[in-house]
């Protein structure tokens, strides 16, 4: 679920057993609205764009100060326990008794589903029948007898792939660029094998509304997305023709993200390029928001200086 464009000022968050998402008060005595979460575990992340890595940074963090989180009491008593984060380690095992990783994310899922159910209420009943049939009951999961948790993993992967090949779950952009579609961006309804996905690769990503996520794929195989590697000889172009068009308050950048899904360490400390970026277009003008033309960005290996005509300073 994601909010963007509201007016600042106060919202409460609260689990409910329906109506899910922000709903705005229109009387001015009151907070800004409420959102009504079909869980009462989860994650919210605030996000701010800084256009100046020097003058805005101030600026910034005059908005985290502002933004907070008071815990309420609820009226109606506590929902679930207090999340104990210990639960993450201890579905790993021991040392002496180590957990593979398939049967951790079971494991995992045994704890919170009885708690944390689907925000699509009609699918819960079957959900609880297939986690039953799965191993998983009672907060505990026993795998079933004669079956093989690697290859349900590549069913789930096999699955997840079809469910990528069907028609309308992937919006062709272009010279073999591809995004989600507004089903299965953000907002996952009944697609659990979307849901998968995103886990694996875009976790927490913004519904289509907001952001849009494009990835190149060299073949007709848009069910997965390929790895980009580049060998200790190589580098590659990312030719635009223009700057992408955004709303007021939009931006876009090229971030480079390494197998831990974490920024590539480098020297220039370059790790995203963008709107925010210093760059030139390709007759060596400097690219503004009056000026505008085709223009590339160089992707090579972290440990070679790039020459000095293709710097972003």
């Known amino acids: 679920m994601s909010t963007a464009g509201d007016e600042p000022g106060n919202y409460t968050l609260t689990y409910s057993e329906d109506h899910f998402g922000l709903h705005k008060n229109t009387s001015l005595d ?32 005059r908005y985290q100060d502002a933004t907070k989180v008071v815990c309420l009491e609820r009226k109606s008593g506590p929902v679930a326990p207090p999340l104990d984060v210990d639960i993450f380690t201890q579905v790993a095992g021991s040392e002496s008794s180590p957990v593979s990783e398939e049967e951790q994310v079971l494991r995992l899922t045994a704890a919170l589903a009885p708690i944390n ?9 079957w959900i609880a029948y297939t986690l039953e049939k799965a191993g998983i009951k009672s907060g505990k999961f026993i795998q079933p007898a004669n079956t093989s948790l690697k290859l349900a993993v590549e069913g789930a992967v096999r699955s997840a792939r079809t469910l990528k090949m069907t028609a309308g779950f992937v919006r062709d952009l272009g010279n073999n660029w591809y995004s989600n579609s507004s089903l299965v961006q953000g907002d996952f309804r009944s697609f659990y094998q979307a849901r998968y996905l995103g886990a694996m690769r875009g976790y ?19 069910a997965e997305i390929p790895d980009i590697n580049i060998g200790p000889r190589q580098a590659i172009v990312m030719s635009f023709s223009g700057k992408p068009q955004l709303k007021p308050t939009g931006f876009w950048s090229v971030s480079l993200y390494g197998q831990d899904q974490l920024f590539i360490e480098n020297e220039l400390q370059q790790y995203a390029l963008g709107d925010r970026s210093k760059l030139k277009t390709c007759n060596g003008s400097q690219l503004t928001p009056q000026n505008d033309g085709p223009f590339n960005i160089l992707l090579q290996p972290a440990d070679v200086c790039p020459p000095e005509n293709w710097k972003s300073k």
């Open 30 to 61: 009151k907070d800004k609205g409420y959102i009504n979460s079909p869980t009462p575990y989860g994650v919210v992340t605030t996000r701010f764009l800084l256009l100046d890595q020097t003058t805005d940074v101030k600026k910034v963090h």
């Open 117 to 125: 159910l689907s925000e699509v209420i009609t699918d819960r009943g």
């Open 204 to 222: 927490l990503g913004a519904t289509i509304a907001q952001c849009v996520y494009p990835s190149y794929v060299p073949s007709s195989a848009v």
